[in-house]
T-cell receptor, first 113, second 112 residues
Framework: KAGVTQTPRYLIKTRGQQVTLSCSPI?????VSWYQQTPGQGLQFLFE???????NKGNFPGRFSGRQFSNSRSEMNVSTLELGDSALYLC????????????FGPGTRLTVT | GNSVTQMEGPVTLSEEAFLTINCTYT??????LFWYVQYPGEGLQLLLK?????DKGSNKGFEATYRKETTSFHLEKGSVQVSDSAVYFCALSKVGGNQFYFGTGTSLTVIP
């Protein structure tokens, strides 16, 4: 089956702008989680969506938001970008039928200048 | 709270050497434990997992045993190859939930 896809793969934005990243989970998976990966902080959990509802949330400011659509595709949005938001943003999908094993996409590399 | 602590890297080994990457965890209840691997420019791939105490996860020559008494899940491989060069992440997930907690990652470089 097709894996998790994320678009775009690379993005360059300027401070103060906003950005939207997209994630398409594996077919049949209803849970989508987002992570931020940076060299200094490692992998940090942003939030998880299940059936269009945010079920878990990490410790990030309100500039980071997300949503999930009825087809389980998810988007995350970052407003008022800061230099420190430069990171690899990873999306993972999972299903309770597979014991919530997470399958990761290739990530979106965001660079804020 | 829940957290994962793993051995800091980077680790450099010669081909065919023995590999151990230490991982310990703190969790309430009985979490599931995972090792993920990340190759350059890619996302994370599940390497192996264990869902209960004394379970041994194994894949591609890698092994890890869920030790509840020492709250550990150390990754081992008897003979590493150049192709094993990557970053390895230990992780746990809460029972019945879907929030993962990752360690900081250990970079492994295997030289011929």
């Amino acid at each position: 089956k097709a894996g998790v896809t994320q678009t775009p793969r690379y993005l360059i934005k300027t401070r103060g702008q906003q950005v939207t990243l997209s994630c398409s989970p594996i077919s049949g998976h209803r849970s989508v989680s987002w992570y931020q990966q940076t060299p200094g902080q490692g992998l940090q959990f942003l939030f998880e969506y299940f059936s269009e509802t945010q079920r878990n949330k990490g410790n990030f400011p309100g500039r980071f938001s997300g949503r999930q659509f009825s087809n389980s595709r998810s988007e995350m949005n970052v407003s008022t970008l800061e230099l420190g938001d430069s990171a690899l943003y990873l999306c993972a999908s999972s299903s309770w039928t597979e014991n919530y094993e997470q399958y990761f996409g290739p990530g979106t590399r965001l660079t804020v200048t | 709270g829940n957290s994962v602590t793993q051995m800091e890297g980077p680790v450099t080994l010669s081909e065919e050497a023995f590999l151990t990457i230490n991982c310990t965890y703190t969790a309430t209840g009985y979490p599931s434990l995972f090792w993920y691997v990340q190759y350059p420019g890619e996302g994370l791939q599940l390497l192996l997992k264990a869902t209960k105490a004394d379970d041994k996860g194994s894949n591609k020559g890698f092994e890890a045993t869920y030790r509840k008494e020492t709250t550990s899940f150390h990754l081992e491989k008897g003979s590493v190859q150049v192709s094993d060069s990557a970053v390895y992440f230990c992780a746990l997930s809460k029972v019945g939930g879907n929030q993962f907690y990752f360690g900081t990652g250990t970079s492994l470089t295997v030289i011929p």
